[in-house]
Structures are given as C-alpha cells and as structure tokens.
C-alpha cells in the first residue's frame, strides 16, 4: 500500500483547508541550509545563533535539529518526538517570510507544511508512559520567585528574565536525566535568572557529546550529577520522579536533506 506523504496532523490541516476553499498556511518562502557542528564555542562567541527569531514577516530557525523542528511544529516538546539518531544532530538554518495577513502564532502549521514538503515528512501519533521530573512547589518554604511587573522593562539589564514555567521546564530537561514537566499549575511568566541553569546546562550538554541531547526517557533511572535539583530548591520548587502518558509522535519518513523551494 503507497503511504502517505503528508504528515496525520497536516492531512487534516489540508482538508479543512480545501473544506473552505483555501491553501494549507505555510511560509511564502523559505530557505534551508545545514549549520555548522554544534559547539559551546560558538554558541558564547555569537557565531552560532540558536532557535527561532521572529522579525516582523521574517522568521529565523537557528542551528535548529529536525527534532527541534517536528516537536516546534507540532507543540510538543522534543522528548516526545522518536525517530531517527541523526535527527538530533543534523542541524539546519531556516530564513523564512511568513505571508502577508498571517501571524506569529500561526508559525507551527507553516513549519508543518515546510516539514511536509521539504523534508518529505510522514509521523503517527502514539500515548506513551514516560519517566519524568514533575515540577512542583515545595509544600515547605512557599514559592522563591515573583511574576513579572506590570512595568517590567525589557530594555533594563537586570539579573532575571521572565520566563513561562513551561519553558523553564524545558531549559532543566537539557540538565538532568529526565524529561521536566511543569505541575505548579503557576500559569503567566516568572522573573527567573537563568545564569546557573545555563551554566549547569552547558556542562550537562558537553558531557553528553555533540548532539547535546538528553538521556532517552526509556534509559533513566535516578538523578544524574546535576546540580539542576538544588538550583530549583533555591526558588522554592521542586522534582519529583513520576511516570505520566503523554503524547508521542513516531516519525515513519524524514529526509536528510531538503529539497528545492
């Protein structure tokens, strides 16, 4: 039987596009090419610019994996996309131009679109149990950390940033042995300094090799050296090991290489 060549979650987008009439959303062009090898180096000289820049009608993917790419199209985080090594260390940098009239929000099903007919992209979706840290308030000693001001200027240099939990959450999965997971139930940003999570980060990340990727889910067993538990504690959270069902999509085809716009 010939499969498919669109993704499940891009068949539907397509047919409740042609159900009104209209095209799939996707970028108006886009150029791909490969990145440089990851190193740390690059990275803190600037010479290598990481994730996704949005410039009015212009979006830029830095040094981003397939991984990185899939789990962003598909909102999901990039524990939750398997498929093969390589796609976490191939790297790609991406110039698109969203199309007139569209939105930043709408950037995810472009990017599906792109995945779809670029890199020839086909995926299934699956529920599967997954060990992880779950993010929580400490019942002792009440929460560290303040939303952001009204006022907040971004312009002024301070020593945090604010920041989801949800998105702090990610930056600790690339610190730690397991997936993190945000179950505060805290919902808005967070003023939050991100200088000893980067630092434990980077030295998580080099020891793991090139690819920088996390250890697979399936493989962890207890807490790795990291220093990431105490600098939680500090903001008065915590993680806790748990087993949750959550979504996975399994990817059956991806391209290396992408083809011509």
Known sequence: ?????????SLFLLAAATALGQSPLAFEVASIKQ??????????????????????????FGAMTLTDLVS??????????????WMSSERFDIIAKLPQGSSPDQI???????????????????????????????????LKITARPTDYDPTVKAGARPMTLDAYSDMLSRAVDRPVVDMT??????????????QE????????????????????????????????????????????????????HIEKTATEN
């Open 185 to 198: 139930g805290l919902k808005g940003e967070y003023m939050l300094s991100l200088t000893r999570i980067m």
């Open 35 to 60: 990145a440089p090898p990851y190193t740390m180096e690059a990275v803190h000289s600037g010479q290598m610019k990481l994730g996704l820049k949005v410039d009015g009608a212009r979006a830029e």
């Open 108 to 142: 995810p099903e472009m990017l599906q679109t792109l995945l779809a007919e670029r890199f020839k992209l086909t995926l299934r979706r699956e529920t599967k149990d997954f060990p992880v840290y779950a993010l929580v308030v400490t019942k002792n000693g009440g």
């Open 72 to 85: 962003r199209a598909y909102r999901v985080r990039t524990f939750q996309v398997s498929g093969p090594g």
């Open 1 to 9: 039987m010939k499969r498919d060549i669109l993704p499940i979650a």
């Open 201 to 252: 980060m980077g030295k998580q990340m080099a020891a793991r090799g090139p690819s920088g990727s996390s250890v697979p889910p399936e493989m962890a067993s207890g807490p790795a050296d990291s220093g990431a538990f105490d600098i939680v504690q500090d903001l008065g959270l915590k993680l806790e090991p748990r087993k949750l069902p959550l979504p996975l999509l399994v990817i059956d």
